[in-house]
């Protein structure tokens, strides 16, 4: 008897599988290419990437790529092998500071317009708005320099010797550094002229300081009492907005990030009560009470989603994407939550 002849829904069906093969084989290696690249970036190719893509070295072209990557190398020492706080998140938040001048840059420019006022000669040239660039990309990629693993509330009740000087504060020993051992030496910053160079400098410093947490909601307002420069407050809520924003990542990378975060506070908390039982230790670092998927929910929700929404005036492209990244991780954790509880409300029955 001949075999019966395929039907129409199954020669489809063959067909939706064969496309959707296809499309596997397409997007497979090119998935593993993006992993790569990501894994494979320093904080000087990072930052040369973004200058290229800022067309930076077109409006600023005293500057030399040479010295830019021997410069690069200087700051990528200073960051240690620490899970989160290492040179792989330096250089993530100089790639995430350049995806946000560049697809934000139009109206970035008007924002500072309207502030700056048109009275200013020169206040947004080209030139000007390339130095403003420079700036964020420069603190992006210093801002976590010398980070010791362990958060400003351990250096203080601690009183670590070494950050008595920076007023137990990571960030100020990363500023002073970057202003009294960096700009020392003979930088790329150097082919500037003096008053650019002045400027890149106290727009960059200040804007690390205040990626302290404790600054948080003062950064959000854009809100400083002791600084009247629009131009600071605005790149400090851009290195802030980068800084957190892995939390809004593809969740298989926001993941990852998240791991590397709690492993880094697991170890303070382990370094606390071994070198200072005294101390108390809070339940996020501590890896025996510490419910990692509750307490990056609060960071997503609490933290990085409000960062996203106060960048809505200035950059509101990146504050659309931000915010859809931060739904979609928060819906992960709380889904992780959900089946915790599930299994807590199964344990008795096994038992
Ligand atoms: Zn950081």
Redesign the pocket.
């Known amino acids: 008897m001949p075999a019966p002849a395929p039907s129409m829904g199954t020669a489809l069906l063959a067909a939706i599988v064969l496309v959707l093969l296809l499309v596997e084989l397409v997007m497979i290696p090119a998935q593993a290419a993006a992993w790569a690249t990501w894994l494979r970036r320093s904080v000087g190719y990072e930052v040369n990437t973004v200058f290229l893509r800022l067309r930076i070295y077109k409006y600023l072209p005293q500057l030399s790529r040479t010295k830019l990557l021997r410069d690069m190398v200087l700051i990528e020492q200073q960051y240690a092998a620490h899970p989160y706080?290492g040179p792989h998140?330096?250089a993530d938040?100089v790639g995430k500071c350049g995806a946000m001048l560049r697809r934000d840059k139009a109206k970035l420019r008007r924002w500072m317009r309207e502030r700056v006022g048109k009275g200013i000669v020169g206040c947004i040239t080209e030139r000007r708005y390339a130095l403003f660039e420079l700036a964020v990309v420069l603190a992006a990629a210093f801002?976590?320099a010398g980070?010791p693993g362990l958060n400003n509330g351990y250096l203080q009740n601690s009183q670590d010797p070494r950050f008595q000087a920076y007023e137990y504060t990571a960030e100020r020993y990363s500023e002073k550094w970057f202003r009294h051992e960096f700009m020392q030496e003979q930088t790329f910053l150097n082919d500037l002229p003096a008053a650019e160079r002045e400027f890149v400098v106290e727009v960059a410093s200040y804007a690390v300081l205040k990626?302290d947490m404790r600054m948080h909601q003062n950064v959000l307002a854009m809100a400083d009492p002791e600084e009247t420069d629009p131009l600071k407050r605005l790149a400090a809520l851009l290195l802030h907005a980068a800084?957190l924003a892995n939390g809004a990542d593809a969740w298989s990378i926001s993941k990852l990030w998240a791991q590397w975060c709690h492993r880094e506070f697991h170890s303070q908390g382990d370094a606390s009560k071994q070198d200072h039982p005294e101390l108390t230790v809070d339940t996020i670092f501590d890896r025996e009470k510490a419910n990692v998927p509750a307490s990056q929910l609060y960071f997503v929700e609490q933290l990085v989603a409000p960062t996203f929404q106060a960048l809505e005036q200035c950059c509101p492209a990146t504050a659309a994407l931000g915010l859809r990244g931060c739904r979609a991780n928060a819906a992960q954790c709380k889904a992780i939550i959900e089946q915790q509880a599930e299994q807590q409300e199964a344990m008795p029955r096994l038992l």
């Open positions: 706080h998140h330096a938040v801002h976590d980070h990626t800084d």
